[in-house]
């Protein structure tokens, strides 16, 4: 089946079978779908938590607003971005990218010093605005290699951030949650949405040709 295929198949899961689980390997492809996401400047500002516990996942769904959804489905990816930017963490990406290619540290030293004096004229909460956007790039390409896999997922940002923060210790890790991807297998019965059409504005409405 091609990616389009694919993509009208998906939907926005309101019900999963519990009782069925996305393999490891599955999970990993997933996984690495969204770790090839690009990012402004290959910065990767976010982490992704994968939550398979059901006791955490049963913590989490206090505030949430499908509750059920996170609880019966088989994994919860946690898209959480970092809080702020800072030159130490420049660094380490640049560092690690130089390394990896076999360059000397230092090579993109007068891109990374424009990055420091970009991000060092900003507040936090700009830092967070840009890390945030960052992730849904990988939450949509994990959502479309989910669907090549035929795995149903949803996405969620109706989710409380403080309760999932905390119980995780995001804040210890410099992390903020931004985003939820339910994964699992959908109830065909409970699934009300599963019956439905998929509504998309008409394409020349929604593409503007100049
Ligand atoms: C960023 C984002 C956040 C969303 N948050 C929720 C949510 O909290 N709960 C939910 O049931 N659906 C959520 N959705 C699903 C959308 O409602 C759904 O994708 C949209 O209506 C299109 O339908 P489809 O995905 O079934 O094609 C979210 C989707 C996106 C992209």
Known sequence: MSLIENLQWRHAVKAYDPSKKVTEENLNTILEAARLAPTSSGLQPFRIIVVENQELKEKMMAGALNPEVMRDSSHVLVFAAWDSYSNEKIDKVYDYHTDVRDLPRGRFNSYTDKLKEIYGAQTPEEHFAHTARQTYIALGLAMAQ?????????????????????????????????????LGYRDEKNDWLSTMKKVRIPMEEFIIKK
Do not use: Q
Request: no cysteine; glycine share 8%; net charge negative.
């Open 146 to 182: 989910a669907a090549e896999l035929k795995i149903d997922s949803t996405p969620a940002e109706g989710f409380s951030n403080e309760v999932v923060d905390e119980i995780l210790g995001l804040k210890e890790l410099g992390l903020k949650s931004v985003s939820l991807l339910y």
